[in-house]
């Protein structure tokens, strides 16, 4: 695998290695993981790390012009870790994966598979690295075009809206199509593991939430795109309204600039903001909660979170778009894209309705453990790792 991102970091996009690898591993597959020179390393995983750069040795989240000099070095690692682990398939994470690994597959003569976890010019613009009205803009879609026509011989793909796009705009035939969604590890996130009632959780005891608030929870990247201002809004309109909500925001980077933000709002007895939280302590903190949010629009990339409050039981308020309905089906409790308004008014309707909480909890949690399997998924994969190399399984 080539991972072209800090690998292991606690979100997004590294789940689903993570959760993929595991799952292959178990049914026999060796994996070697080629990375980036940062990030955590995983007890029970190969992962093969770049040299860092001699003049930059910090990481950005998403986009970045020095990501051009951080895939050089993983393509020339790529190509040495290849010589000594000689795969059967090169599966390339992301486009910056695809690429490298269309350039090392052909020159090794093995199959390709691109995991595709959203639309590179998509992403650029929702990180405000790319302008789609600027020069640049032609040139990238013609790069992403090209990469996912031309490299691939086989694309796993997060979301069927995901595999449409691939089909329709960007002209890939269907056949090389297979929809994987992210799923959910419900051994490791079930509820059944905290014995405690949920308002003597110790998280609310030790962050000072009353015992009868209800907290409103989000696990992820804090980043505007993923609809974090959205988050502090809604508890602004909550707070006037007289509502006993408090928000528990996990996840960084940008903790700092957020909680400047929470406190210009007025809201810094309502909303608190964790920091990072390691992946083994997410089921934790998301016990902590009643209510799970999930405020990013994006129309492409996959929103895996959504597995994990799944198979946490918790109910879900989210933004009404295909990805997301494509998880939460009509379980979820929804506002339309960008509408704070509706946002808050669909917490504060859920807030008021314990029982519609717990029924709408179950409910998620089974469908994450009958439609969303990592085992299941993995066996789908390893066919198709089979397939392309001609083997039986």
């Not at 502090?232 to 903790?255: C, D, T, W």
């Not at 439609?371 to 083997?391: D, G, H, Q």
């Amino acid at each position: 695998m080539i991972a072209p991102t800090s690998f292991f970091s606690d979100y997004g996009g590294h789940i689903r290695i993570l959760e993929e690898t595991r799952a292959l591993q178990a049914r026999g597959v060796q994996v070697a993981i080629v990375t980036y020179y940062k990030g955590n390393d995983v007890p029970g995983l190969d992962i093969r790390r770049t040299a860092p750069l001699p003049w930059h040795t910090d990481y950005e989240v998403g986009s970045s012009r020095h990501k051009i000099a951080f895939d050089v070095y993983l393509a020339m690692k790529a190509a040495a870790e290849a010589r000594r682990f000689r795969p059967d398939v090169v599966h390339g994470h992301m486009h910056e994966g695809a690429l490298i690994g269309g350039a090392l597959a052909r020159a090794i003569g093995v199959p390709l598979v691109f995991d595709f976890q959203g639309s590179l010019t998509a992403e650029m613009v929702d990180h405000h690295f790319l302008n789609p009205q600027g020069a640049l803009y032609p040139w990238a879609y013609r790069l992403e075009t090209a990469i996912t026509r031309r490299l691939p011989d086989a694309i796993l793909t997060s979301t069927g809206l995901a595999a449409t796009l691939l089909r329709d705009e960007f002209g890939v035939p269907a056949a090389r199509i297979h929809t994987l969604p992210d799923c959910a590890d419900a051994d490791h996130f079930d509820p059944a593991r905290f014995a405690h009632l949920q308002t003597d959780h110790p998280l609310r005891v030790h962050y000072g939430i009353a015992r009868d608030a209800v907290v409103v929870g989000y696990l992820g990247l804090l980043t505007d795109y993923q609809g974090i201002p959205h988050l502090i809004e809604a508890a602004a309109r909550l707070k006037e309204q007289g509502q006993s909500i408090h928000f528990l925001i996990m996840g960084y980077p940008n903790v700092e600039s957020y909680q400047m933000a929470a406190h210009a709002w007025g809201v810094d007895d309502c909303v608190t903001f964790t920091g990072r939280v390691p992946f083994a302590d997410a089921p934790t903190y998301l016990a902590a909660c009643d209510i799970a949010v999930a405020p990013k629009m994006s129309s492409s990339e996959g929103s895996g979170k959504l597995l994990n409050y799944m198979a946490m039981a918790q109910p879900i308020v989210a933004y009404d778009t295909p990805v997301n309905r494509e998880y939460l089906d009509d379980l979820g409790v929804y506002a339309p894209p960008g509408d704070v308004a509706a946002f808050t008014a669909a917490i504060a309707e859920l807030a008021g309705d314990a029982a519609r909480r717990r029924a709408l909890g179950a409910a998620l949690r089974r469908r994450a453990q009958e439609e969303f399997s990592w085992p299941v998924a993995a066996e789908r994969i390893a066919n198709l790792y089979n397939r392309l190399t001609n083997k039986v399984d």
